[in-house]
C-alpha cells in the first residue's frame, strides 16, 4: 500500500536558488510526522512544495498514490492537503467565525461547512466562546488555534502545520501542542515543522531531521530523542 503522502527525490528552490536537495519523506494514513530543522534549512519550502504553492525542478510528490507534482495549489487543497503556515495569514477585520468559514468555502458546500465549524468548535470550545471576536484582537496563542482550526475546516486529509509554537510564551506552547494531539486522536493525519524538538519528538511517532536542504536522518521520534547528533544539535543536552 502506498503511503498517503510520498516526496520522493525532490529538488526545489527560488528561482536560481535551489533549496531542496533529493529530499524524499512519506507519511501514513493516521501518522503524526515532523519535519525538524534549524532556521533556514528549508522547512517551509518542503511544507510549500507538497501543498502546491511551488514546483519541485526533479522528483515526484504523490498524494494517494497520485502525482501532484504540477498539480495547481488550489486543487491540491481541493483533494485534501492543507497547509497551516507560520505568517497565519488571519483577516484580522474579520470574525473568528469569519475567518473559520474562510477555510472551507473553497472545498465544502454550505451544509458541510456548518458541520465542519461544529467540528471545530468541539476542538476548540475556546473559539466557540470568541467567535463574533475579531481574529486581529484574539491573543497570539489564541490566533495560531484559529489559524489551526482553519486549515481543518476543509476536512483535510492531511494537515501541513509550520512552526506552529514560534512567537508563543510555554505555556501557550503547551495548549497549541495540546490541540494538535487532539486532532492527532481524532485521527488525522499531520506533518509538522518544529524547532521545538523535545516537546514534539514526545508527541509524534516519527520524524526528519533537515539541514542546507538535505534530510540527514529520520527514524521513530523515540530513536530520535535518544540520537546523538539530536541531542547535541537541537536540544542542546
Ligand atoms: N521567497 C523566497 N525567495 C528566495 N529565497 C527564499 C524564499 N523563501 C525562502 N528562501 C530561502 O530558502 C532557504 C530555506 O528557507 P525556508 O523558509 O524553507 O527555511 P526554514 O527551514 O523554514 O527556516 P525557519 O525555521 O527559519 O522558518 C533560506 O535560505 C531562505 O532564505
Ligand atoms: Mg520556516
Known sequence: MAALLEVEHINAGYGFLQVLWDVSLKVEEGEFVCLLGANGAGKTTTLRTIAGFLKPTAGDIRFEGKSIAKTPAYQISQMGIS????????????????????GAYRVLDKKKQLEALDFVFSLFPRLKERERQLAGTMSGGERKMLAIARGMMSMPKLLLVDEPSLGL????????????????????TILLVEQNVPSTLR????????????????????????????????MGI
Not at 83 to 102: A, C, G, I, K, P
Not at 169 to 181: G, I, K, N, R
Not at 205 to 225: A, H, N, Q, T
Open 203 to 234: 508527541i509524534t511517532d516519527r520524524g526528519y531531521v533537515m539541514e542546507y536542504g538535505k534530510i540527514v536522518l529520520e527514524g521513530p521520534s523515540k530513536e530520535l530523542m535518544n540520537n546523538e547528533h539530536v541531542r547535541v544539535a537541537y
Open 169 to 188: 510564551a510555554p505555556q501557550v506552547v503547551v495548549a497549541v501542542f495540546e490541540a494538535l494531539q487532539t486532532l492527532r486522536k481524532e485521527g488525522v
Open 83 to 102: 497547509f497551516v503556515s507560520e505568517s497565519l495569514n488571519l483577516f484580522t477585520n474579520m470574525s473568528v467565525r469569519e475567518n473559520l468559514l474562510l
